[in-house]
């Protein structure tokens, strides 16, 4: 964080009354907000000796743009953690990150019980939040082998995994996205995704703050307030999970609503061309549909130029530097139009996962590439279509089902805004397809959908066996879809429901 502090420094010093940040306790200047940034160095300086190593509770507000600020000008390293953590969760994190500060507001220091472990300093600072550290000499940043800043990642299975990026790999995943979108300094950009991820701390917080621009705050998700604030507040830009934004289309008077954006940029889940070209057309809008993870930010991208049936159809192309590349079961490079296994490389790639206070090295090919995990096609125009996940199927009576072909074929159904297929367990079958369906006609149901799907001439083994209309879908912290949720509440439902299925 240091680059960004050392930028912020001087905008604060040329340009004290310009807005940084409006959140919920108001507008905050850049004045303001570089003097909390300074006050808080010299806090933690205070209580610790060298560099530090800080976890923050990221909150969606001015404190943890502070927060950052002050670790870039303590030359330390930044994690951000989730106010939602639980005792188990921050112990992880302890254990992976080993950190010599936490910063959190009393509520999660109450719940997380540092003081039993080793975290003894303690002082008030941020108009009431805590700052506590384990006095002493620190490790220094060395040992984080040029990174900057921690996220855990979110809706995986097993023990979270805290990526690493380094300020360089933020650095160019933010500017790639303000060339291709086409933002100026002083443009408002939304951060409504948590600021524990990676993607929100990259694209939320870092972005607004190099551009120049401000960072417009949302301290936890409600479509209807985020749109209300993005009219009252004339935002520009804003990064969202496609969960989070097909929502706006749901909230009463949201016609036009997002006229003021050049544009939103939408990656992090599956995604349908007709329900975010719907969407768009009601919102005012362009949507650009783009392909990253944690490990390698925002990594793709179309540009508002670009017509709908690339920029909803397709997943964007390489930023400049990335180089992106589909292999056989081999290993081997597919030609252009081949499906296979996404492999990525180039400058926004992590450092490494964190363990015992220091980075992993990813697992990467002999050639320098990341294995993503997707499936994906190359395309003639140099676009890349994502297909979905290599082991997202469902098995029914020994015939693998792929769940994004069943979600399409759903997804195009009319009134339908967001569906996920899961599968619901059969004593016979083994799994069938069930579709949770957030739809505008509440009368919408098994019957009316394979009705519409057999019009389509969609193939039968397309077809859910299952219906079940829900008022959302179930998210995860950072407003991903929380796919093992949406198990469990079809299960629930196929159970109440008295289907047959799950007896």
């Known amino acids: ?72 000008r303590l030359g330390g390293f930044v994690t951000v953690l989730s106010g939602h953590a639980t005792e188990q969760e921050i112990d992880l994190a302890l254990e992976d990150v080993e950190p010599e500060v936490v910063l959190a507001s009393p509520h999660a220091l109450g719940t997380w019980r540092l003081a039993s472990k080793g975290f003894t300093a303690e002082v008030t600072v941020l108009d009431g939040w805590t700052v506590v550290a384990r006095p002493g000499t620190t490790r220094g940043v060395e040992r984080w082998n040029g990174g900057a800043a921690i996220a855990m990642t979110s809706g995986s299975t097993g023990r979270p995994k805290c990526v690493v990026q380094s300020e ?35 694209f939320g917080l870092y972005l607004p703050a190099m551009l120049g621009g401000v960072m417009v ?13 993005i009219r009252e507040r004339q935002v520009r830009w804003t990064m969202l999970v496609p969960t989070m934004a097909l929502q706006f289309a749901l ?3 949201a016609e036009g609503g997002l006229a003021s954006m050049r544009a939103m940029t939408v990656g992090g889940g599956p995604m349908d061309a007709g329900a975010l070209g719907r969407a768009e057309q009601l919102l005012g809008t362009k949507i650009l549909r783009v392909f990253g993870m944690s490990e390698c930010l925002g990594h793709t991208t179309p540009l508002p130029s670009d017509p709908p049936e690339i920029r909803l159809g397709r997943d964007g192309r390489p930023f400049p530097g990335i180089e992106v590349r589909v292999v056989g079961e081999d290993g081997a490079p597919l030609p252009v139009g081949a499906l296979g296994r996404a492999q990525v490389k ?49 098995i029914r009576g020994g015939r693998n089902i792929d769940v994004n072909e069943v979600e399409a074929a759903v997804a195009a159904v009319p009134d339908v805004v967001q569906v996920c297929v899961v599968p619901v367990p059969d004593e016979i ?75």
């Open 251 to 253: 909230v009463d008077d």
């Open 1 to 72: 964080m240091r680059l960004l502090a050392q930028e912020f420094e001087a905008r604060a010093a040329d340009r004290p009354w310009e807005e940084a940040v409006i959140d919920a306790d108001g507008t905050h200047s850049t004045g303001a907000i570089w003097s909390a940034a300074v006050e808080l160095a010299h806090t933690i300086g205070g209580l610790v000796d060298g560099a530090p190593t800080v976890v923050v509770q990221a909150d969606n507000s001015w404190r943890t743009l502070v927060t950052a600020l002050a670790v870039g």
């Open 217 to 229: 705050c949302l301290p936890r998700w409600d479509p209807a307030q985020a749109l209300a604030l």
């Open 346 to 394: 180039g400058p926004s790639l992590f450092t490494g996962y964190a363990r015992g206070g220091a980075p992993t090295p990813p697992d990467l090919t002999p050639d320098g590439y990341l294995v993503t995990g997707d499936l994906a096609r190359l395309n003639e125009d140099g676009t890349i279509s994502i297909t979905g996940r290599e082991k997202q199927i469902i």
């Open 429 to 503: 079958l083994g799994e069938r397809a069930a579709a949770l369906v957030v739809s505008t006609d509440p009368g919408l149901d098994l019957a009316r959908v394979k009705a519409q799907l057999a019009q389509d001439g969609v193939p039968k083994h397309q077809w859910p066996e299952f219906v079940f209309a829900v008022p959302s879908l179930p998210q995860n912290r950072v407003g991903k879809l929380a796919r093992n949720d949406a198990i469990r509440l079809a299960e629930d439902l196929a159970r109440t429901s008295g289907s047959t299925a799950l007896n």
């Open 168 to 202: 360089e790999a933020i650095r160019f995943a933010g500017q790639a996205t303000i060339t291709a979108v086409g933002l100026e300094p002083g443009d408002r950009v939304g951060a409504f995704v948590p600021l524990s991820s990676v993607a929100a701390f990259c």
